[in-house]
């Protein structure tokens, strides 16, 4: 079985600029997950997808992120304009279902530098 | 608001030495409590999970880890530690109903010495 794919791996940025990033959940989960994950903190919750649906946005910085899960699959995580502070592991999650305690499956992340 | 704390922030030990990492949460209801670990240039994965029943659940590797209701505790253990076992550990907890959302402590470096 395929894990959760994300792309780019790694992405270095100025800051105002804008920036995008990747991820393809394991076929059939129909939940998907993106964290932020500060050097030194575990990962915090940005938003999360019930199919192409949000299911909780309230840890999303949204004056300058924005995501998008249009046909239920993948999903793209934007930020713009990218401030220093963004600099952080993007990891994306997904799970079969929305349930309390449904295993998530993590990717690799996108390691986001801003300059 | 829920928070999850984890006192150790790395840890060294030598092989075969025992291991217990802490791990302790707030939450005013009935959680989900995870160990994942991450190793070095890998995912996060998941070590092992406690909904309900036996508070001494095991995890894949011969870890363990023990919930204490009375304490929010939810320690993660192994008897014996090998080199392959140095990693990240993160507790989470998701509550029991609701959104599936992951806290996360701010995890535990472990090293190994050979």
């Known amino acids: 079985e395929a894990g959760v794919a994300q792309s780019p791996r790694y992405k270095i940025i100025e800051k105002r600029q804008s920036v995008a990033f990747w991820c393809n959940p394991i076929?059939?989960?129909?939940?998907l997950y993106w964290y932020q994950q500060i050097l030194g903190q575990g990962p915090k919750l940005l938003i999360q997808?019930?199919?192409?649906?949000?299911?909780?946005d309230s840890q999303l910085p949204k004056d300058r992120f924005s995501a998008e899960r249009l046909k239920g699959v993948d999903s793209t995580l934007k930020i713009q304009p990218a401030k220093l502070e963004d600099s952080a592991v993007y990891l994306c999650?997904?799970?079969?279902?929305?349930?309390?305690?449904?295993?998530?499956?993590f990717g690799p992340g996108t390691r986001l530098t801003v300059l | 608001a829920q928070s999850v704390s984890q006192h150790n922030h790395h840890v060294i030990l030598s092989e075969a030495a025992s291991l217990e990492l802490g791990c302790n949460y707030s939450?005013?209801?009935?959680?989900?409590l995870f160990w994942y670990v991450q190793y070095p240039g890998q995912h996060l994965q998941l070590l092992l999970k406690?909904?309900?029943?036996?508070?001494l659940v095991k995890g894949i590797k011969g870890f363990e880890a023990e919930f204490i209701k009375s304490k929010f505790s939810f320690n993660l253990r192994k008897p014996s530690v090998q080199w392959s076992d140095t990693a990240e550990y993160f507790c989470?907890?998701?509550?029991?109903?609701?959104?599936?959302?992951?806290?996360f402590g701010t995890g535990t470096r472990l090293t190994v010495i050979p």
């Open positions: 999650a997904s799970s079969q279902r929305l349930a309390g305690g449904n295993e998530q499956f």
């Open positions: 076929s059939g989960h129909a939940t």
């Open positions: 997808f019930q199919n192409n649906g949000v299911v909780d």
């Open positions: 939450y005013g209801g009935t959680v989900n």
């Open positions: 406690y909904f309900s029943g036996d508070p």
């Open positions: 989470a907890v998701t509550p029991q109903t609701g959104a599936n959302n992951l806290f």
